[in-house]
């Protein structure tokens, strides 16, 4: 498909998981995950932001359903990631502040999930959202870096968080 096909897709499913109703039954319909999934490692950065859009309406209804998916969370962790070996740079001005307005909205969606006690425990041991928490904090802009903080803040409130995330995973804290 073309990028302008995917792009009206995307857009179409984004609009979709507006309305709050729709938030469980637009997550259940068949490989709506791997869709999102798939279209949060997109190369086009309006495809990337309204992928990373769609995933955070629906992470409030789906909270442990979206924590447990492997496939959302890596795609998250990548969106974390979008300056790794300075990509952003070399990118637009428009494309930069579209790929950096995709990475905030995962990290709201993160702070979202985080703050549940359902959700947080799983989330804490999701190794590669950890690490790339921890691998992207204090190289962000302001704004992102006190998400990422506030995020590893919710995930160590827990004791047993606090405890894996200290001395059984120590590489990460």
């Not at 790929?99 to 999930?113: E, N, Q, S, T, Y």
């Not at 998400?147 to 047993?160: F, G, K």
Request: proline content about 3%; overall charge positive; some cysteine.
């Amino acid at each position: 498909a073309t990028e302008e096909e995917r792009t009206r897709c995307i857009n179409a499913l984004m609009h979709l998981c507006v309305p709050e109703e729709n938030w469980k039954v637009v997550y259940l319909f068949p490989q709506t995950p791997e869709a999102l999934a798939r279209n949060m490692a997109d190369k086009y950065p309006q495809i990337r932001y309204a992928a990373c859009l769609a995933t955070s309406f629906l992470a409030k209804k789906n909270r442990q359903e979206v924590v447990k998916n492997r496939l959302l969370m890596y795609a998250m962790a990548r969106v974390l990631e979008v300056n790794k070996n300075g990509a952003l740079e070399r990118m637009s001005a428009q494309d930069k502040k579209v790929f950096v307005g995709a990475r905030v909205c995962v990290l709201k969606m993160l702070l979202h999930l985080s703050k549940n006690k359902d959700v947080s425990n799983t989330l804490a041991r999701t190794e590669c959202v950890t690490s790339s928490l921890v691998s992207v904090a204090n190289t962000m802009e302001l704004a992102a870096n006190i998400l990422c903080i506030a995020i590893m803040t919710n995930l160590t409130r827990l004791p047993d968080n606090a405890y894996h995330l200290v001395y059984k995973v120590p590489t990460r804290l």
